[in-house]
């Protein structure tokens, strides 16, 4: 079987999948009440189900094991298949801590330490990273800063796509553009596993969209952005950090800069206003651009935007070919979508 279609197979079962399950995930929490209501930091005004990550959990796993029945993952990389089960595992994990915490609201230290757990155990199984880069020195080892940087990262990602999910589709979104990225950049660094993995995300974020865009009949849940986050960083360590090309190196924190930067700057605000950075509050760039008064469709439809402008920077920097000419594009699309947004500013305004 042509390695491509393994990633076409991942791709087109989960999205399936979680466009087959979502009416019934929904109809069961609305029976069960495991729903999100509305409070004065959301911007939805009436009770929304919040365990749709299940769906894309579901659609994921359901699109990896049928790859792996194929005979998918020895085809694909017969010496990171180890590498595969971990992540697969990590994700599990990770889904489980956020979708116990939507049902039972846990406390962010309790959360914290599982994340922090899971992230430690998947570092000593090899899902590491070993290399930084620096424009001067090139690749340099880290030896003994391997854990605390990879746990920071893992955990980080889980935490970053977890909080800008705040406007409808704007976490799918945002993590389904990266993951579509991953898929691109990996298969052409010839890292079809990790790239495997991005291909059934991908369908499962996209899937996911049908319901989760504005206006949101359902939404992810702490459950569906920890196994997102997780597993798009995770992504990043197999399938192109741990190919120690110094381009390769950096692409992961390139495709993920949005969520990364909103998640550091948000931080960064707290402390600097003396709140606790695990306090949620109003601060994210979604907020101040809905508090321009942009709408909740064209504050996603920018953010996506970046996240496609930064994704295609990614194409350039991995000298994919024509990948300059997708940033020029990108960046035409980027330029209209700030046109859309002053136009709304200033019309709001008046």
Request: proline share 4%; charged share 10%; hydrophobic share 55%.
């Amino acid at each position: 079987m042509p390695i491509q279609l393994y990633h076409l197979i991942a791709f087109l079962v989960s999205m399936t999948v979680v466009l087959w399950t979502i009416p019934d995930v929904k109809t069961l929490g609305l029976k069960l009440g495991i729903v999100d209501r509305p409070n004065a930091r959301k911007i939805h005004k009436s009770p929304v189900v919040r365990v749709g990550g299940v769906s894309i959990f579901a659609g994921t796993i359901a699109a990896l094991t049928i790859v792996w029945l194929l005979g998918g993952f020895s085809a694909l990389a017969p010496h990171k298949v180890k590498e595969i089960w971990v992540v697969i595992i990590g994700s599990i994990l990770f889904f489980g801590i956020g979708f116990a915490d939507d049902l039972f609201n846990l406390t962010p230290i309790s959360r914290l330490l599982m994340q922090l757990a899971v992230a430690t155990g998947c570092w000593y199984m090899g899902v590491r990273i070993d290399f930084v880069s620096f424009p001067v020195y090139s690749l340099i080892k880290i030896y003994w800063l391997s854990l605390p940087i990879t746990v920071i990262w893992l955990v980080g990602m889980a935490n970053a796509i977890n909080w800008i999910d705040g406007v409808d589709g704007l976490a799918a979104g945002v993590s389904g553009i990266a993951a579509f990225v991953m898929l691109v950049v990996t298969l052409f660094m010839n890292q079809p596993a990790a790239a495997l993995i991005a291909a059934a995300l991908a369908g499962g974020a996209l899937g996911f969209l049908r319901y989760n865009f504005n206006p949101a009949q359902i939404f992810m849940g702490d459950g569906g952005a920890y196994f997102m986050g997780f597993t798009l960083a995770a992504v990043g360590f197999v399938g192109l950090v741990k190919t120690t090309a110094i381009t390769a190196v950096v692409l992961p924190y390139l495709i993920l800069a949005v969520p990364i930067i909103d998640m550091s700057a948000v931080i960064f605000s707290r402390i600097w206003k003396g709140k606790s950075p695990f306090i949620a509050d109003k601060s994210h760039l979604h907020h101040w651009l809905l508090k321009s008064g942009i709408s909740q469709r064209q504050t996603v439809l920018f953010i996506y935007s970046l996240t496609v402008w930064v994704g295609s920077l990614a194409l350039g920097f991995s000298n994919i070919p024509s990948g300059w000419g997708y940033a020029i594009g990108a960046t035409m699309i980027l330029s209209w979508q700030v046109w859309q947004v002053w136009r709304e500013t200033r019309s709001s305004n008046r």
